[in-house]
């Protein structure tokens, strides 16, 4: 039974505010590939989120949450992988940090 979930939300913007759609996709299967591994697979979903920049203001960006469904000793088996991924993101995509829900706790990972 697949009782956790862990998510990552994929911005598509870099450096705060300038579009990166191209760089999302990448970014996005590269989670994809790394998740199907950890996890068995997983799901990408669009969505709209927002930011508040402390140098920016407000930031509204889409995004692709990659989730996996998985048991608890999947996820915390994972979990700092998936950390490790999250902060690689946001050095790569220079953000300012790159959430992630670990079964209903939501981080955000800074570089």
């Known amino acids: 039974m697949l009782t956790d979930r862990v998510t990552i939300y994929v911005p598509s913007t870099t450096d705060g505010n300038k579009p990166a759609k191209r760089l999302q996709k990448k970014v996005s299967k590269h989670v994809a590939k790394k998740f199907s591994c ?25 995004q692709n949450l990659i989730f996996a469904a998985c048991t608890t000793a999947d996820r915390e088996k994972h979990l700092q992988d998936v950390l490790t991924i999250a902060k690689a993101i946001c050095k790569h995509m220079k953000q300012e940090a790159v959430t992630v829900d670990n079964n209903g706790t939501l981080l955000f990972v800074e570089a």
Do not use: H, N, R, V
């Not at 990408?44 to 203001?57: F, L």
């Open 38 to 62: 950890m996890f068995g697979g997983c799901t990408q979903q669009a969505a709209t989120g927002y930011w508040m920049s402390d140098t920016k203001g407000l930031i509204p960006e889409k």
